[in-house]
C-alpha cells in the first residue's frame, strides 16, 4: 500500500505503528489518531506540488487525486503546460508511475519518467465528478452571463428612453 494513501485510509494501517487514545463511544471500538504516523504524508501536500521529470526540469503540478473503493490512490491528475493555471491541461498518469525522492535540503521531489512534450501529447483527462470548487465556478460563471444579460436589457430600456424623451421634445411657445 502506498504511504499517502496509508495516511488518507487511516483504517488500513496497523494500528501498532499509530498514536492512539482511545475514547468513551458506545461500543468501546473507536480508536482515534493522536499524531501523524512517521514517513507517512498528508494529502495536501501534494495538491498543487511540483512534479518534476527524470532530469529534474519541472513538468507539472499535482492537481488531483483519483482513489479506488477500497481507499487506494490509483491516480495522479497532473496540472502541464500554461501559465499560472491559464490554458493548464489535466493529464492523468498510474499513481506507480511516481517517485519520490528527498531533494539536497530534505524536500520531497516527485518524479514521472515523461517528458514535458510528451504529457502536453497525452489525452486531457476528464472527471466525472466535480469538486465544491468547480460547482462554484460553474454557478459564478452562470451569474456572471446573467448580470451581463440584465445590464443589456437595462442599457437597451435606457436607449430607448432616452431616444423617446429627444423624439417627444416639448415644443417652444
Known amino acids: 500500500m502506498t504511504m499517502l494513501a496509508s495516511v488518507l485510509a487511516v ?6 505503528s499509530l498514536a492512539v487514545a482511545q475514547t468513551a463511544n458506545p461500543n ?5 489518531v493522536t499524531e501523524q504516523p512517521s514517513g507517512e504524508w498528508m494529502a495536501h501536500v501534494f495538491f498543487g506540488a511540483k512534479v518534476q521529470n527524470a532530469a529534474g526540469e519541472v513538468i507539472g503540478d499535482i492537481n488531483d487525486l483519483v482513489f479506488n473503493r477500497a ?18 491541461k489535466d493529464v492523468a ?3 506507480s508511475a511516481l517517485s519520490f525522492k528527498a531533494g539536497p535540503d530534505g ?23 466535480k469538486t465544491s470548487y ?3 465556478r460553474d454557478k459564478a460563471v452562470q451569474l456572471s452571463k446573467q448580470a451581463t444579460e440584465k445590464a443589456v ?3 437597451d430600456q435606457a436607449v430607448k428612453s432616452v431616444e423617446g424623451m429627444t423624439t417627444e421634445a416639448p415644443k417652444k411657445p
Open 11 to 16: 483504517g488500513f494501517v496497523p494500528f501498532a
Open 28 to 32: 468501546n471500538s473507536l480508536r482515534f
Open 71 to 88: 481507499g487506494q490512490i490509483n491516480v495522479v491528475v497532473l496540472g502541464v503546460g500554461g501559465l499560472l493555471g491559464v490554458g493548464e
Open 93 to 95: 498518469v498510474p499513481y
Open 107 to 129: 524536500a520531497r521531489i516527485i518524479v514521472v519518467a515523461l517528458s514535458l512534450d510528451e504529457l502536453k501529447l497525452a489525452p486531457v483527462f476528464k472527471a466525472t465528478e
Open 134 to 136: 468547480q460547482m462554484m
Open 153 to 155: 436589457e437595462l442599457k
